[in-house]
């Protein structure tokens, strides 16, 4: 097998799981809320002390979502995720394999062209920053049958997690609750405040020559389009600007603030009852871990359960 074949194998089996129930309903979450003006692209492996210190001075709309019952899940998320990774590596090693377990990547954190930190994204105009991919650099030159053992591993320990019924417990609440917070966190634009700072932007933007009533609306004309182009970079540059301006995140963050307050409010004994349920998951996670650390193999396959077939490895391992 080539190594571009064999990359592209292994980066099959690392898409098994690498965002799993709550982690990819996490990011429906941010798809649905207006997670920061424009709805631009998440932040990735984000350190989020360096975001929550520059909060105050450059509001990124959509803070609010940092004391939400679901901030916790990704820390549940990671858990499960090292979880997977610990188990295809007992189980490759049972097989005659090293594998090193990859590492978590947090695409979660909140995003906003306004972070100082992120002024580079401003060269990605309206289209998302490519998510950085999972380094797989320590499994990536290996034999065949590596691969081949890797998939039926990912398998078996993917059902292994599957035995934390909470989790999926988790990600139904969540399904539920997103269609609410999405409903409260709307309005913005209708507000004497919405009204005036779009038509501040917008005037703004006129000015320097982009003619666009709203961010939304440079970001619906050039969000498709197949490549970033130097007008759309200099659009994006404008909006940066003219956000400054007229305030216009900042007073969209107050909003959602005021009316994440008022939802959290409304829906106290639902937070309440997915908080403990988050609780009682990473108590689950925690178990399985003790129980693969202690079981091993023995773990990943209980009596009655049919291990993955995968072809005997005639490779010595890696050293």
């Given at each position: 097998?080539?190594?571009?074949?064999?990359?592209?194998?292994?980066?099959?089996?690392?898409a098994?799981?690498?965002?799993?129930?709550?982690?990819?309903?996490?990011?429906?979450?941010?798809?649905?809320s207006?997670?920061?003006?424009?709805?631009?692209?998440?932040?990735?492996?984000?350190?989020?002390?360096?975001?929550?210190?520059?909060?105050?001075?450059w509001?990124?709309?959509?803070?609010?979502?940092?004391?939400?019952?679901?901030?916790?899940?990704?820390?549940?998320?990671?858990?499960?995720?090292?979880?997977?990774?610990n188990?295809?590596?007992?189980?490759?090693?049972?097989?005659?394999?090293?594998?090193?377990?990859?590492?978590?990547?947090?695409s979660?954190?909140?995003?906003?062209?306004?972070?100082?930190l992120?002024?580079?994204?401003?060269?990605?105009?309206?289209?998302?920053?490519p998510e950085?991919e999972?380094?797989?650099?320590?499994?990536?030159?290996?034999?065949?049958?590596?691969?081949?053992?890797?998939?039926?591993c990912?398998?078996l320990?993917?059902a292994?997690?599957?035995?934390?019924?909470?989790?999926?417990?988790?990600?139904t609440?969540?399904d539920a609750?997103?269609?609410?917070?999405?409903?409260?966190?709307a309005?913005?634009?209708?507000?004497?405040?919405?009204?005036?700072g779009?038509?501040?932007?917008s005037?703004?933007?006129?000015e320097?020559g982009?003619?666009f009533?709203?961010?939304?609306?440079?970001?619906?004309?050039f969000?498709?389009?197949?490549?970033v182009?130097?007008?759309?970079?200099a659009?994006?540059?404008?909006?940066?600007?003219?956000d400054?301006?007229?305030?216009?995140?900042?007073s969209?963050?107050?909003?959602e603030?005021?009316?994440?307050?008022?939802w959290a409010?409304?829906n106290?004994?639902?937070?309440?009852?997915?908080?403990?349920?988050?609780?009682?998951?990473?108590?689950e996670v925690?178990?399985?871990?003790?129980?693969?650390?202690?079981?091993g193999?023995?773990?990943?396959?209980?009596?009655?359960?049919?291990?993955?077939?995968?072809?005997?490895?005639?490779?010595?391992?890696p050293?």
């Amino acid at each position: 097998m080539n190594p571009e074949l064999k990359s592209s194998k292994f980066q099959e089996i690392q898409a098994k799981l690498s965002r799993n129930r709550v982690a990819g309903t996490l990011l429906a979450l941010c798809a649905l809320s207006a997670c920061s003006t424009g709805k631009e692209p998440k932040q990735a492996s984000a350190d989020r002390e360096s975001i929550g210190r520059v909060v105050n001075a450059w509001p990124i709309g959509g803070e609010w979502r940092y004391g939400a019952p679901w901030a916790s899940t990704t820390d549940l998320s990671s858990a499960e995720y090292r979880l997977w990774q610990n188990g295809i590596a007992v189980c490759m090693a049972d097989k005659g394999f090293r594998y090193v377990p990859v590492v978590y990547i947090d695409s979660d954190d909140i995003y906003s062209i306004l972070n100082p930190l992120n002024a580079d994204w401003l060269s990605y105009g309206y289209h998302e920053r490519p998510e950085p991919e999972p380094d797989t650099s320590d499994n990536d030159s290996q034999p065949p049958e590596f691969f081949e053992a890797g998939s039926g591993c990912a398998d078996l320990a993917s059902a292994f997690i599957d035995d934390t019924p909470v989790s999926l417990a988790i990600a139904t609440r969540l399904d539920a609750m997103i269609p609410d917070v999405d409903r409260a966190m709307a309005g913005y634009e209708a507000t004497s405040d919405g009204r005036a700072g779009m038509a501040e932007w917008s005037k703004c933007m006129q000015e320097r020559g982009h003619d666009f009533a709203s961010p939304e609306a440079a970001q619906q004309q050039f969000g498709s389009d197949s490549d970033v182009s130097d007008e759309e970079i200099a659009v994006r540059k404008a909006d940066y600007e003219c956000d400054k301006i007229a305030k216009l995140t900042e007073s969209r963050s107050k909003f959602e603030a005021a009316a994440y307050a008022s939802w959290a409010e409304l829906n106290a004994e639902a937070i309440k009852e997915l908080m403990d349920l988050e609780d009682k998951a990473m108590n689950e996670v925690a178990m399985l871990t003790t129980k693969l650390n202690a079981e091993g193999m023995d773990a990943l396959t209980p009596p009655g359960s049919v291990p993955p077939v995968s072809s005997e490895s005639t490779v010595a391992p890696p050293s």
